[in-house]
């Protein structure tokens, strides 16, 4: 069973803070993703990692950057909270091997409140 | 650019009656199309997923969802719905690369018992 791992459930933090959300997964794939779900948005994608040091943006990559320093971790920073990023944020991984029929596999999701 | 839109955000089912929740797809070449659910306060789960090798595709928890080319649709259905398919549901599309997927606003389904 792929296991999608997020550090925390509920996070609650002041503006101006650097904030970090980290994601672990345990099936050693190639492929990392971060998305921030918002009601009547569906899930949006902030950035994608495909190996290790690897990064793209995804569609809304403004006020957010990532590190991937091993395979299985990949960590999502706002580097100064606002609070128009409160929202709930959802971390998927998928191996690269099949191409484009892999499934995502997500994790629980952190729900961050900026106040 | 792919996209996936979800006609209706809202859906209520009495228990028992059948579910239908629509998704269209907008795609230049053949898509891979997912179906994901969520239930409150976790992450999503995929239910089904379409990758050409069949038009119906049968998923977990009785759910099934038939790709139709001429429609640009593929519409998830459950003959009689269950309590416990009370929940968020998503359509996705992949993109011809797979980095990405793209993913409708979701349609939450609510159960009347």
């Known amino acids: 069973d792929v296991k999608v791992t997020q550090s925390s459930r509920y996070l609650v933090k002041r503006t101006g803070e650097k904030v970090f959300l980290e994601c672990v997964q345990d099936?050693?794939?190639?492929?990392m993703f971060w998305y921030r779900q918002d009601p009547g948005l569906g899930l949006r994608l902030i950035y994608f990692?495909?190996?290790?040091?690897?990064?793209e943006k995804g569609d809304i990559p403004e006020g957010y950057s990532v590190s991937r320093e091993k395979k299985e971790r990949f960590s999502l920073i706002l580097e100064s909270a606002s609070t128009n990023q409160t929202s709930m944020y959802l971390c998927?991984?998928?191996?690269?091997?099949?191409?484009?029929?892999?499934?995502?596999?997500f994790g629980p999701g952190t729900r961050l409140l900026v106040l | 650019a792919q996209s996936v839109t979800q006609l209706g955000s809202h859906v209520s089912v009495s228990e028992g009656a059948l579910v239908l929740l629509r998704c269209n797809y907008s795609s230049s070449v053949p898509p891979y199309l997912f179906w994901y659910v969520q239930y409150p306060n976790q992450g999503l789960q995929l239910l089904l997923k379409y990758t050409s090798a069949a038009t119906l595709v049968k998923g977990i928890n009785g759910f099934e969802a038939e790709f139709k080319k001429s429609e640009t649709s593929f519409h998830l259905t459950k003959p009689s719905a269950h309590m416990s398919d009370a929940a968020e549901y998503f359509c996705?599309?992949?993109?011809?690369?797979?980095?990405?997927?793209?993913f409708g606003t979701g349609t939450s389904l609510t159960v009347i018992p």
């Open positions: 990692s495909y190996d290790v040091k690897m990064k």
């Open positions: 099936m050693d794939h190639e492929n």
């Open positions: 996705a599309v992949s993109s011809n690369t797979g980095n990405q997927f793209y």
């Open positions: 998927a991984s998928r191996s690269g091997l099949a191409g484009v029929r892999e499934t995502q596999y």
